[in-house]
């Protein structure tokens, strides 16, 4: 049994540069500047099977085999992954719905599933040899790469908006970050991170610029197979900003089918969710674009969805076509009333991102779209307690 079946990088475009080799330095493809992907040999990987998952310890590195390490290196983890995946009964009965469903990633390390691409990013930092890492933030990727550089014992540089929440910046120097405020959004931090870094050398942890920020993200998709006993929800609603999430399910969906551990043709229908202040994805889907540009004066309290342009935005937008999924808007009022309906009735702790997919819910039952009798996972990205002043 191998430990590793990663062979290479790869352009997400189709320009054809590559294969790029695993332990190179690179970040975006070096021909058309869009992200690269980890690959795998998926072929030889078909020898490894589910089943020696189950002494496995319950976090995002029982899926190491298809992780974008080599064999040998030793991932940088706090134990994050394997959350639960909540049966909303309440919730799903006050919506009317048979089997709703959460994936409550609020118990990851620093209170937000940035910890799945932050573990697996540093873990290959680390690998390279790195001793800086850098990355602009809206704030969660922010506190989950400082947790994570200091135990991997590195130095770890953050670029963060001004008006960011108190609690994200106080976070990062907790972990001993060093925090640079940015007076603009995600979009100004990560130009500004970028010409600071260069001179440096410092190692880019940013989406989509690090193959382990979707690679992370991705084992969300092993995850709810192997919780649901191999077999996929129908919907899955997903508040979107970067698209990791996204992206990295449906890979993960289309490696399992590829190693035999899902049947094909079983795929969920992938729902983006955006608020009406930021919502280039859904704009773009609507006008039947390929790519979705730089949405203008971007603005929400949902700090994570607050992303004008994504870098990957072809790569959403041909996750939703293909899977037959849409793409839905929500007010900030709306989306808060739903960080404290999921309090109130299931108990859970949600972001202002996680109310943002159970406002997109109620749009989609509304519509007709999602049905009664259908099986519905509802990501809540991340925790309640950085937010506690919009509840006030
Ligand atoms: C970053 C973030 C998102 C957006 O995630 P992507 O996978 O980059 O689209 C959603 N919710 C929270 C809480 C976040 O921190």
Same mark, same amino acid.
């Given at each position: 049994?191998?430990?590793?079946?990663?062979?290479?990088?790869?352009?997400?475009?189709?320009?054809?540069?590559?294969?790029?080799?695993?332990?190179?330095? +690179?970040?975006?493809?070096?021909?058309?500047?869009?992200?690269?992907? *980890?690959?795998?040999?998926? %072929?030889?990987?078909?020898?490894?099977?589910?089943?020696?998952?189950?002494?496995?310890?319950?976090?995002?590195?029982?899926?190491?085999?298809?992780?974008?390490?080599?064999?040998?290196?030793?991932?940088?983890?706090? $134990?994050?992954?394997? %959350?639960?995946?909540? +049966?909303?009964?309440?919730?799903?009965?006050?919506?009317?719905?048979?089997?709703?469903?959460?994936?409550?990633?609020?118990?990851?390390?620093?209170?937000?599933?940035?910890?799945?691409?932050?573990? &697996?990013?540093?873990?290959?930092?680390? *690998?390279?040899?790195?001793?800086?890492?850098?990355?602009?933030?809206?704030?969660?990727?922010?506190?989950?790469?400082?947790?994570?550089?200091?135990?991997?014992?590195?130095?770890?540089?953050?670029?963060?908006?001004?008006?960011?929440?108190?609690?994200?910046?106080?976070?990062?120097?907790?972990?001993?970050?060093?925090?640079?405020?940015?007076?603009?959004?995600?979009?100004?931090?990560?130009?500004?991170?970028?010409?600071?870094?260069?001179? +440096?050398?410092?190692?880019?942890?940013?989406?989509?610029?690090?193959?382990?920020?979707?690679?992370?993200?991705?084992?969300?998709?092993?995850?709810?197979?192997?919780?649901?006993?191999? %077999?996929?929800?129908?919907?899955?609603?997903?508040? %979107?900003?970067?698209?990791?999430?996204?992206?990295?399910?449906?890979?993960?969906?289309?490696?399992?089918?590829?190693?035999?551990?899902?049947?094909?043709?079983?795929?969920?229908?992938?729902?983006?969710?955006?608020?009406?202040?930021?919502?280039?994805?859904?704009?773009?889907?609507?006008?039947?674009?390929?790519?979705?540009?730089?949405?203008?004066? &971007?603005?929400?309290?949902?700090?994570?969805?607050?992303?004008?342009?994504?870098?990957?935005?072809?790569?959403?937008?041909?996750?939703?076509?293909?899977?037959?999924?849409?793409?839905?808007?929500?007010?900030?009022?709306?989306?808060?009333?739903?960080?404290?309906?999921?309090?109130?009735?299931?108990?859970?702790?949600?972001?202002?991102?996680?109310?943002?997919?159970?406002?997109?819910?109620?749009?989609?039952? *509304?519509?007709?779209?999602?049905?009664?009798?259908?099986?519905?996972?509802?990501?809540?990205?991340? $925790?309640?307690?950085?937010?506690?002043?919009?509840?006030?």
């Amino acid at each position: 049994m191998a430990d590793s079946y990663f062979t290479h990088l790869e352009c997400s475009s189709g320009c054809g540069a590559g294969p790029f080799d695993p332990r190179g330095l +690179h970040f975006l493809c070096p021909s058309c500047k869009l992200p690269m992907l *980890a690959r795998y040999d998926l %072929t030889a990987a078909r020898a490894w099977k589910r089943e020696s998952l189950a002494g496995r310890a319950p976090n995002m590195w029982r899926y190491r085999e298809l992780m974008p390490l080599l064999a040998g290196d030793a991932p940088v983890t706090l $134990g994050e992954g394997f %959350t639960p995946l909540i +049966h909303a009964t309440r919730l799903g009965a006050s919506l009317g719905l048979d089997r709703l469903l959460i994936k409550d990633e609020s118990l990851n390390p620093t209170n937000s599933f940035k910890a799945r691409g932050l573990s &697996a990013a540093i873990s290959r930092a680390k *690998a390279l040899h790195a001793e800086t890492v850098y990355l602009p933030t809206a704030g969660n990727a922010g506190n989950a790469a400082a947790a994570y550089a200091s135990a991997a014992g590195m130095k770890c540089e953050v670029f963060i908006p001004r008006d960011a929440k108190q609690p994200f910046v106080d976070e990062c120097r907790l972990y001993g970050a060093n925090v640079t405020l940015i007076d603009g959004l995600i979009t100004d931090a990560g130009r500004i991170a970028t010409e600071t870094a260069k001179p +440096h050398g410092w190692y880019e942890v940013a989406t989509f610029r690090e193959v382990g920020r979707c690679e992370g993200k991705k084992t969300m998709g092993y995850e709810l197979a192997e919780q649901l006993n191999w %077999t996929l929800p129908d919907w899955i609603v997903y508040p %979107t900003g970067g698209g990791t999430g996204m992206v990295g399910m449906w890979k993960a969906f289309a490696e399992m089918e590829a190693i035999g551990w899902l049947a094909a043709g079983q795929r969920p229908k992938m729902v983006t969710v955006q608020p009406e202040g930021c919502q280039p994805i859904v704009s773009a889907l609507e006008r039947g674009e390929q790519t979705a540009g730089t949405w203008q004066n &971007a603005h929400s309290v949902a700090d994570g969805l607050r992303v004008p342009r994504a870098i990957a935005d072809f790569l959403i937008l041909k996750t939703i076509r293909e899977s037959d999924g849409t793409a839905v808007s929500v007010t900030d009022t709306q989306l808060v009333d739903d960080m404290k309906t999921m309090g109130r009735l299931e108990g859970v702790s949600a972001s202002p991102e996680g109310g943002a997919s159970l406002s997109a819910l109620r749009q989609l039952i *509304a519509d007709g779209r999602i049905k009664k009798h259908e099986t519905i996972v509802l990501f809540n990205t991340g $925790g309640a307690l950085k937010y506690l002043d919009l509840l006030r």
